[in-house]
């Protein structure tokens, strides 16, 4: 009898695994409970796989001998609920893809932030050398997908924390682990420690010969690094001290040393800037050392990596005003990054859906940089709470519009306007690139 798979939810990464599923012979049915966008549905419709939408249908689910379930869909969802009950094994889109990469390799890359950049700058690197690879999860493309129509001899990919909280195999052969802060907390029933753990999880099937590259300086990964027995070979990366192996910043220059290579590099030759893009190098470049990438082309690749759209990216500069677009901080320590990285006095705009932010955490980077705040949400009753007596000029504003000509109206020659709104999007956005799509077009509209 055909093993029947039933996909919940029909966004990228689960259209993906119901192509590889019916590629595999499996019996398979997609369920969303909202309107599935129409590229996917044509998807599904032409490789004759059965699906629904706007609803679940109990009796076509419960019958199921595996689900795969989006990482969107929370633990508290009824029809969740319903499958745990019945005892129905539940697995990610990533761990379904995992049995099928056959010896295939694969770097995987967590944490809080500078995941996207890191996973994209160990992609570039990768390619660069000549690799045989693609640019997978949680980035955009679906790595079951990826599998299904063109597999790789080497698989760079980004894993948030919900992809790892159904994985049972998953074993990357190289894992990074970027950093541990407050983000998603919702979903972790308001523990940081729940949170970590699944962080943590990236870690948990690899054996001696695998590595796992992770933050000596951050100290969430610290407290909890030894609450887990981790087998593989640790590269730990840090700007405090020398090691013996692993990547250290000393005088600006990057040391990478690994087995008995030594490489080293001067952070001037980096073409990200800040102290946040050093740390997401040093993760990059140990990683292509890990999977035996020569010295030399590292170098190369990151004196030539370009940075991504919506991530700290410049968008123009009218009438001595900077335009920064930062849409893809989505949580407090992003923006926290972000403020750090800034030389100019700024006009920053923030809000959208807080997931449980801690403003605290900005104060004193916002007392230091911080001249004016635009809110952009629909309830920003936190960010006054928070900054009202620090910052004098404070506005709400509806949309992008609004914002960039408040901010445009704060600012002097010489200031920067800086979008890096803490928040999710999805009050007044469908999501944060259509926010940043919305900022750049409102600029260009000054």
Known sequence: MQKRIVILGAG?????????????????????????????????????????????????????????KSPGIPEKASIMKKIRAQKIPVISEIEFAFRFIGNSKVIAITGSNGKTTTTSLIYHICKHAGKDCALVGNIGYSFAKQVAEDPKQLYVAEISSFQLDDIITFRPDVAVL?????????????????????????????????????????????????????????????????????????NAQMHLKWKAEEMRMSVEDFTIKGKHNQYNSMAASMAATAVDIRKEKIREALQTFESLEHRMEHVATIKGVEF???????????????????????????????????????????????????????????????????????????????????????????????????????????????????????????
């Open 324 to 446: 920064i677009n930062d849409s893809k901080a989505t949580n407090i320590n992003s923006t926290w990054y972000a403020l750090e990285s800034m030389t100019k006095p700024v006009i920053l705009i923030l809000g959208g859906v807080d997931k449980g932010n801690d403003y605290n955490l900005l104060t004193d980077l916002v007392k230091e940089k911080v001249k004016a705040i635009v809110c952009m949400g629909t309830d920003n009753r936190k960010i006054h709470e928070a900054f009202g007596d620090i910052v004098s000029l404070m506005l709400n504003t509806t949309n992008a519009d609004e914002a960039v000509q408040a901010a445009f109206h704060f600012a002097n020659k010489g200031d920067v306007v800086l979008l890096s709104p803490a928040c999710a999007s999805f009050d007044l956005f469908k999501n944060y690139e259509d926010r940043g799509k919305q900022f750049k077009q409102a600029v260009k509209n000054l």
């Open 12 to 68: 990228e990464s689960g259209i993906g695994a119901a192509l590889l599923a019916n590629k595999k012979g499996y019996d398979v049915f997609v369920s969303d409970g909202g309107m599935i966008a129409e590229k996917y549905r044509a998807e599904l419709s032409e490789a004759n796989i059965a699906f629904e939408e706007s609803g679940h249908t109990e009796a076509k689910i419960l019958n199921a001998s595996e689900v795969i």
């Open 178 to 250: 970027t950093n541990i802060t407050e983000d998603h907390l919702d979903r972790y029933d308001y523990k940081i420690e729940n949170y970590a753990h699944s962080k943590f999880r990236i870690a948990e099937n690899q054996v001696e010969n695998d590595v796992f590259i992770y933050n000596l300086d951050d100290e969430m990964t610290m407290k909890y690094l030894t609450h887990y027995p981790i087998k593989s070979s640790q590269a730990p990366i840090t700007m405090n001290k020398e090691l013996p192996q692993g990547a250290y910043l000393t």
